[in-house]
């Protein structure tokens, strides 16, 4: 992956929020998921995001990721202010600017390893050919060069999750957003997932990573606090801390609505 | 998104669900063949009778008194009186002049079976002229004889044959004695095209049997008078002869006895021709339309299933938005998918519909007519109701929030 890194090396922010508002109606009741954050993402950083159910941390993520349009204040990423788009110029910022990486891997069932890689680029008009072999790669780089014909339901869930991230990687993003990558796994796949998306980050790429666990979290360079839609408090990981293995402290059971809604359907 | 790519995961999508693919497909498949089958079907019929007419009566101008003046069809008021043939005889070009008048018989008896019949055709040796005999030869006028069709020989227990007697019992109970001279095929022209000619048919001298009569009013003496009378005129002036048969009309006892509301017609082979045409296309159109209707009910079809596709991909179409497809490259896979359902049934729908037209033509004993340009039609509407069909779910899969979509089990 070190190929990569001078693909992304621009110069400054790669992502720019400011006094970020995000408001649902939900029935009678206004839902204020966002109250006004504020944040960037240097070039090449890694970020992680804590908070309890509720907090707004998807909430955030979807933003970022040109997923969901603010109610009020800013979001640039690559430079590009998100909040006035178009859909259509939403949507080739979500191909272009971002990858995903979920949970739940959202990997597209009746598609091969090599065409879930390679599926973004076609909303880019990449030929077939070029495409395949970018995916082919990818899949290499992730060490699953030997599953490239394989369809999902043929993968493990660690598997799944590593070409969750080739696929993330393929249309040369200026972010990756990572929603609880370790989810769905168990934790020794969870440890392997995440060593994936530090060579990630390590290769230059700008990772912003939604989590529930410290241990995660704190592979990081910074994780931050997020607390009923505002930011608690910023936390820079030293390299001491990273080892202590400990559950996020913040993470109360109860959960709300929407929470549990997300959860319910995993 | 380039095209290849949106056909091959359409392609991928209905493949995935086979059976219910290959309903909805049936569905298409069932209203295209249908559709197909009667133009077929319409085009075989049309092409005989239309051809038939032109081929063995293009020289003959049909003259009738008409209710509305549509002529061909209508039964006719009995106007032509025998000074009028004459008249018509004497016009330029005009080889014969044959009538034709209607008798009222209620049986005919052959050894000792009897049929009902309604009526006999009246008429004179001429019209038999190009007609080929299967036995014996015509009548004579002035004699106790008859021709019948080769339906009407064999109506009897014992087939009717040339030389027998066969009675006829006529309206008051009169009887006649007859003696079969011929025998021969299908109407003698008195219907300008053989397929309906399958008919059983009587044919009787008008002399000494036809007894309708009127006073003439130009001769002021008792006449026979007939409702239909062919002019058969020489071939190179058809057209001709039926502009001076319809100047000579006016001065006719026909113009004369013709009336009220009705109208005296002189048609060419080619006008029926255009009329049967005109009915058969009519007809065809009808059929067809009740045939539309199966490829509604396939065009609902692809739309359910479209709809059932969209709800379940939910979930697809999120991962779609996320990896950046625009709004309209997702309604433009769901479109895709529901053409290709719609082409598949066309496309399938042709053959089968062909063979059904087969079918239905040799049933009816007609030559098999295609129609190609109607199949080009089919599969263009084959395309078009599952565009249509697609368009509300494609329209439904664009609108999928995509953060809603991804949370979707």
Redesign the interface.
Known sequence: MTDRADAVARPGDAVVVADLVRRYQRGIDTVEALRGISLSLPEGSYTAVMGPSGSGKSTLLNLVGGLDTPTGGSVAVGGTELSTLSEPERARVRGEEVGFVFQTFNLMPRLSAAENVAFPLVFRGVGRAERMDRARELLADVDLADRTDHRPNELSGGQRQRVAIARALVGDPTLVLADEPTGNVDTETGDRVMSVLGAVNDAGNTLLLVTHERHVAERADRIVHLRDGAIQRIEDVTDAGRDSGSTDGDEPDARDDSEARRRGGD | ??A??TLRLGA??IR?HKLRSALTVLGILIGIAAVVTFVTFGASLQADVVGQIEETSASNVYLVASEDGDGFGGAGQPVFTEADLTTFRGIEGVRRVVPRGILAVTAISHRGDTVARTRATATTPDAFASTTFVAGDSFELGREEVVLNRRAATLFATNATVGDTVTLTLGGGRTRNLTVVGIIEGSAGQVPFDAFGSQPRVFVPTDPLYDTVVESPSTGANQRVYPQVTVVADPAQTTAVRERVERALPGTDAAALVPEGYQLVAQTSGDLADQVEEIVTRLTRFVTGIAVIALIVGAVGIANIMLVSVTERT??I????????????VMGLFLTEAVLLGLLGAALGVPVGILGGWAAAAYAEIPLTLAPGWFAVAVVVGIVVGALAGLYPAWRAARVD??EA????
């Open positions: 998104m380039d290849g790519e991928r999508a995935a979930r697809e999120g991962i779609m938005k996320a990896v950046g497809a625009r709004n309209r490259e995509p953060i991804l949370r979707y089990e």
